[in-house]
């Protein structure tokens, strides 16, 4: 629907009373078609992928797409694939 949430974690991934998971809070969501590039820093660090920290233009889908997969890792593991005790200890992790 080109429509991109930008900001997919646990969070904002709750279920309902039948187990169904809805997508809230698009709060920082935009509107782009596949090709579209951005350039701006949005969602929580925690899930972004590794473009966004080097400040990079970044195709939408494909970063939508990282998110979910660190998403999936945590329902699995119940812990988090990397992490840092602040933004910039985050952004300089391999």
């Known amino acids: 629907?080109?429509?991109?949430?930008q900001?997919?974690?646990?969070?904002n991934l709750p279920f309902d009373a039948k187990m169904n998971m809805k997508i809230t809070d698009f709060g920082l969501s935009n509107e782009c078609n596949?090709?579209?590039k951005l350039d701006i820093f949005c969602?929580?660090?925690i899930h972004a992928?590794?473009?966004?920290?080097?400040g990079q233009n970044y195709?939408?889908?494909l970063v939508v797409e990282r998110s979910l997969?660190?998403?999936l890792?945590?329902?699995?593991?119940?812990s988090l694939s990397f992490g840092g005790e602040n933004f910039w200890e985050l952004g300089s992790k391999p």
């Not at 629907?1 to 949430?5: E, L, N, P, S």
């Open 69 to 71: 997969g660190v998403v």
């Open 34 to 36: 596949k090709c579209d």
């Open 1 to 5: 629907m080109g429509i991109m949430h």
């Open 73 to 78: 890792y945590f329902m699995v593991t119940e």
């Open 43 to 45: 969602g929580s660090p």
């Open 7 to 11: 900001d997919l974690k646990p969070g």
């Open 59 to 61: 195709a939408t889908p």
């Open 49 to 54: 992928a590794p473009e966004l920290f080097l």
